[in-house]
């Protein structure tokens, strides 16, 4: 069902193959959600993006609520709006309003900079220590994803000082979601980020043909960072960690 919007279902389409055995899904029509355990994350986490079927989507989370089928402590995506509509049941610890972004094929990227090379293991503490300094940065990072051999950095003086990896990458399917995208605040705006992403985006491309990208719409300098590499915009939603009201 997700792959007839797979832009908009990067995460969904990867995650139903490699989570699988560690999720619980539910379907009524076009409305699906899903709950995941999915690792580097502290809560479980519940899918409900959708394309097609918002108001529909958000009933079936407000059903599940209803029936105890969700748990105590969750972090949602989906519609915009979910927290409202679970009101009754949970109370959102926080909300964040997010854009889905896509690369379509025919966008333009520059061949990779040499400065960029490919994470190992070994690079692990430099990593942490850069997510270190942007709170944003580092969410739902396990060091398992090195192992994709597509976290790419770049390093000043032997500091890794910016990197960029992936959410999620299912080969199989042929989808990839970037994500971890991160600049150390004392390298800012020497265009860092737009090279470590690049060089992703061209690595990604070779291997998987749909590439997306979750952004924070309150974050208009990686908004426009994906737009100056070709992103497109997919769609809106939300993303709430919920716990009892």
């Given at each position: 069902?997700?792959?007839?919007?797979?832009?908009?279902?990067?995460?969904?389409?990867?995650?139903?193959?490699?989570?699988?055995?560690?999720?619980?899904?539910?379907?009524?029509?076009?409305?699906?959600?899903?709950?995941?355990?999915?690792?580097?994350?502290?809560?479980?986490?519940?899918?409900?993006?959708?394309?097609?079927?918002?108001?529909?989507?958000?009933?079936?989370?407000?059903?599940?609520?209803?029936?105890?089928?969700?748990?105590?402590?969750?972090?949602?995506?989906?519609?915009?709006?979910?927290?409202?509509?679970?009101?009754?049941?949970?109370?959102?610890?926080?909300?964040?309003?997010?854009?889905?972004?896509?690369?379509?094929?025919?966008?333009?990227?520059?061949?990779?900079?040499?400065?960029?090379?490919?994470?190992?293991?070994?690079?692990?503490?430099?990593?942490?220590?850069?997510?270190?300094?942007?709170?944003?940065?580092?969410?739902?990072?396990?060091?398992?994803l090195l192992a994709t051999g597509c976290y790419l950095g770049v390093e000043v003086a032997g500091e890794l000082v910016a990197s960029a990896?992936?959410?999620?990458?299912?080969?199989?399917?042929?989808?990839?979601?970037?994500?971890?995208?991160?600049?150390?605040?004392?390298?800012?705006?020497?265009?860092?980020?737009?090279?470590?992403?690049?060089?992703?985006?061209?690595?990604?491309?070779?291997?998987?043909?749909?590439?997306?990208?979750?952004?924070?719409?309150?974050?208009?300098?990686?908004?426009?960072?994906?737009?100056?590499?070709?992103?497109?915009?997919?769609?809106?939603?939300?993303?709430?960690?919920?716990?009892?009201?």
């Open positions: 069902m997700f792959g007839r919007d797979r832009d908009a279902h990067p995460y969904g389409i990867a995650d139903v193959e490699q989570l699988w055995h560690r999720s619980r899904w539910w379907r009524r029509e076009d409305a699906v959600v899903g709950l995941l355990d999915v690792p580097g994350s502290q809560l479980p986490v519940g899918y409900a993006i959708t394309a097609r079927a918002h108001g529909a989507t958000l009933d079936l989370l407000h059903d599940l609520a209803d029936a105890d089928l969700l748990p105590a402590a969750v972090v949602v995506t989906g519609p915009p709006g979910l927290g409202e509509r679970l009101a009754g049941r949970y109370r959102a610890r926080w909300t964040r309003d997010y854009l889905k972004m896509a690369l379509p094929p025919a966008a333009m990227i520059p061949a990779p900079d040499p400065r960029v090379r490919t994470l190992a293991p070994t690079d692990l503490p430099g990593l942490h220590a850069l997510y270190d300094t942007d709170a944003a940065a580092g969410d739902f990072f396990h060091p398992g990896g992936v959410h999620v990458l299912d080969r199989v399917n042929g989808v990839a979601a970037i994500g971890n995208v991160a600049t150390a605040p004392s390298h800012r705006g020497r265009g860092l980020g737009r090279l470590v992403t690049s060089a992703l985006c061209d690595r990604l491309r070779r291997e998987v043909p749909t590439i997306g990208l979750n952004v924070a719409v309150d974050n208009p300098a990686a908004r426009h960072l994906y737009r100056r590499l070709g992103f497109v915009e997919v769609l809106p939603f939300e993303e709430a960690e919920l716990v009892p009201a």
